[in-house]
């Protein structure tokens, strides 16, 4: 049980050093002996439990990945009205993301530097569903709820305005001329002011 206990701690201890250096450096400009070096081991620990360092970026990602992807298709797929839905996804993302900044670029960088990897997380049982929130959109569209909209650009437009501030940090906090505790609160109250523009957007 302790041998197992230590190679998971061990373990920790890369992906949260890795997750550092590749924040900064992104994946083309880490380097695995760096990685080691973060994490406390030679890089020959480093090598026995990542052989490469593809390898190692994709579990840094689907280890981010895999505590989002739940959270999100939860509320896309819950029985809440769609107002509720917004209202959730924004508080959850944001506050997840707050957690986890590296995310966003993480993912935009992966996406351009090797897209087949983005379709292995695709295949995950927890990768997000749209269809019912679709169908939601639509059937709340047809009561009179919201005013007219394709379920598939609302989904855009939701993700478009969580996502933009965290790939954009420096250019926001140098037009408000804010520091990263400014930022931070600034966030916390886009969870409303988010949610809010988008329902008023929508709901007749």
């Known amino acids: 049980m302790a041998k197992t206990n230590k190679n998971q701690d061990t ?16 994946m083309d400009g880490a380097r695995m002996q760096e990685i080691a070096d973060a994490a406390g081991i030679n890089k020959a620990m480093l090598h026995y439990y990542y052989r490469s360092k593809q390898l190692l970026f994709e579990a840094v990602f689907s280890n981010a990945f895999s505590l ?16 509720e839905k917004v209202k959730n996804f924004t508080s959850n993302y944001i506050s997840f993301i707050s957690k986890h900044p590296y995310l966003p670029n993480f993912i935009i960088q992966e996406l351009n530097r090797n897209p087949k990897f983005f ?28 005013k007219p909209i394709d379920g598939e650009q609302l989904f855009i437009n939701i993700i478009s305005l969580n996502i933009f501030p965290f790939v954009a940090t420096p250019l926001i906090k140098g037009f ?27 709901k007749k």
């Open 11 to 26: 373990e920790g201890q890369i992906l949260d050093a890795a997750k550092n250096v590749f924040q900064k450096k992104g």
């Open 68 to 83: 989002l992807a739940p959270q999100l298709n939860k509320i896309l797929n819950d029985d809440s009205s769609i107002e």
């Open 176 to 202: 408000l001329k804010i520091d990263d505790k400014g930022f931070k609160q600034l966030m916390e109250r886009r969870k409303t002011e988010v949610a809010g523009f988008i329902i008023n957007s929508i």
């Open 119 to 146: 379709e292995k997380i695709q295949k995950s049982a927890a990768f997000p569903t749209l269809e019912k929130f679709k169908n939601q959109v639509e059937e709340e569209v047809e009561k009179g709820i919201l």
